[in-house]
């Protein structure tokens, strides 16, 4: 079993910057694939960005790319979201999701259907 930790989340003024953080539970950290979504009210949770098993090869949404840097540490079990220049659209609740998959192509990095585990989720406002 997986257990996930989000924590980081705040409020922030537009432009401003945050950094969340996913603490992962379990052996088998370093062979899973990570994903962080989000979900604004009355919206489809959406994907954000993944992370390979290996940390090699990185995916983002379009809307975040640029802005958003993912990151893991496998000495700490933990999973990184550099989040910079935000603005109100970024406000939405985080979740980190975790696959014991490896995955080939965006597409599946990309769909929250692709990951099995998954965190409580944590607030991230960005004020106008």
Known sequence: QVQLTESGGGLVQAGGSLRLSC???????NSYT????????G?????????????DRTYYADSVKGRFTISRDGAKNTVFLQMNSLTPEDTAV????ASPAR????DRYARATSYNYWGQGTQVTVSS
């Open 34 to 41: 990570m994903g962080w979504f989000r979900q604004a009210p």
């Open 43 to 55: 919206k489809e949770r959406d994907f954000v960005a993944a992370i390979s098993w290996n940390g």
């Open 103 to 106: 995955y080939s192509g965006s």
């Open 94 to 97: 985080y979740y980190c999701a």
């Open 23 to 29: 603490a992962a539970s379990g052996r088998m950290f």
